[in-house]
């Protein structure tokens, strides 16, 4: 009698869990997979793209990742590729890959982030190898990821081979954190320390006070270079005639003075006054040149 009692409670109990799905991984060897613009360039970059995604059901199922195995279907994701490939690329060729991220609601639990994330995190291995492999021919490339693209770049750095590195010309660790613990962990990240050097990583993260930061993307961050500047000391920078950059050394966070816009923030994720949202758009111009003068020289060097 008690057995039975048991396995009706556990049938309840399951009937009561909401069902999950897991989208099937994308195909790397199909276009669809990948949003690319070819210029014939001699340096490539790589692009991995922020949460574009928020939780939602299929079939009344939830799930907690992009839909990539279908790119149609996701459209915030092209869309800020082709954002991205505007502002940041010039002349460089362009790849980024669709993978299944994971939703903007897992980053509001740790434990979430630590459960699902490795699956994201499969995905752009698995597309960086593919492009190394059959799509970059030999040449040098870029690598830049924002948020949590940011995240996963952090990752492909830590496991980065030194033969891919010497082919690396620089990586754009875009509104996230690198702990002291990371770069002990790889040899492959190398702090930036101008505007030029090559090989090197670079990162940020801007709010209007400390006390703004978000804790998750920025908190322990031992790496930071003001994308205005390009310098490592509290040297101020302006950008658009009305702001002031500057790199705070204590915290490593960009401190923008000046900004008095509204209605940016994200919450509850990020509150007014961190400007996440902002570290591309802000800073595009900027970032393009310099991504632009490193390649020359690394090409000079060769």
């Known amino acids: 009698m008690k057995i039975k009692i048991l396995l009706l409670a556990l049938l309840a109990?399951?009937?009561?869990?909401?069902?999950?799905?897991?989208?099937?991984?994308?195909?790397?060897?199909?276009?669809?997979?990948?949003?690319?613009?070819?210029?014939?360039?001699?340096?490539?970059?790589?692009?991995?793209?922020?949460?574009?995604?928020?939780?939602?059901?299929?079939?009344?199922?939830?799930?907690?990742?992009?839909?990539?195995?279908?790119?149609?279907?996701?459209?915030?994701?092209?869309?800020?590729?082709?954002?991205?490939?505007?502002?940041?690329?010039?002349?460089?060729?362009?790849?980024?890959p669709f993978y299944r991220q994971v939703t903007m609601e897992t980053y509001a639990d740790t434990s979430l982030i630590a459960s699902r994330f490795p699956l994201a995190m499969r995905d752009v291995r698995k597309a960086f190898q593919y492009y190394m492999k059959n799509l970059n021919q030999g040449r040098p490339f870029v690598l830049a990821g924002f948020s949590q693209g940011a995240q996963a770049l952090v990752e492909l750095l830590k496991e980065m081979p030194e033969d891919i590195h010497e082919r690396m010309v620089a990586a754009y660790v875009l509104g996230w954190k690198i702990t002291e613990s990371e770069m002990e962990e790889s040899r492959s990240i190398v702090p930036a320390t101008g505007a030029d050097d090559t090989g090197v990583t670079i990162c940020y993260n801007?709010?209007?006070?400390?006390?703004?930061?978000?804790?998750?993307?920025?908190?322990?961050?031992?790496?930071?270079?003001?994308?205005?500047?390009?310098?490592?000391d509290a040297t101020p920078a302006?950008?658009?005639?009305?702001?002031?950059?500057?790199?705070?050394?204590?915290?490593k966070l960009l401190i923008v003075d000046g900004f008095e816009g509204t209605g940016y923030a994200w919450k509850p994720y990020f509150k007014?006054?961190?400007?996440?949202?902002?570290?591309?758009?802000?800073?595009?111009?900027?970032?393009?040149?310099?991504?632009?003068?490193?390649?020359?020289?690394?090409?000079?060097?060769?």
């Open 238 to 251: 302006v950008l658009f005639d009305s702001l002031t950059v500057t790199l705070d050394q204590k915290t």
């Open 13 to 96: 109990l399951a009937a009561c869990t909401p069902k999950e799905i897991v989208p099937k991984a994308p195909d790397y060897g199909k276009s669809s997979s990948w949003y690319v613009t070819d210029r014939s360039g001699a340096v490539d970059l790589f692009y991995i793209s922020s949460t574009e995604t928020f939780d939602y059901e299929v079939d009344g199922a939830d799930v907690h990742y992009a839909w990539a195995c279908d790119s149609a279907l996701c459209k915030g994701i092209r869309h800020e590729m082709e954002g991205v490939d505007r502002i940041l690329s010039g002349n460089l060729n362009f790849y980024s």
């Open 272 to 302: 007014e006054g961190c400007y996440h949202t902002f570290e591309i758009r802000w800073y595009g111009d900027s970032l393009r040149k310099n991504i632009s003068d490193r390649c020359q020289a690394y090409l000079k060097q060769q």
């Open 206 to 232: 801007s709010v209007r006070e400390p006390e703004d930061a978000n804790p998750l993307v920025s908190y322990g961050n031992s790496v930071a270079i003001n994308p205005v500047n390009w310098c490592t």
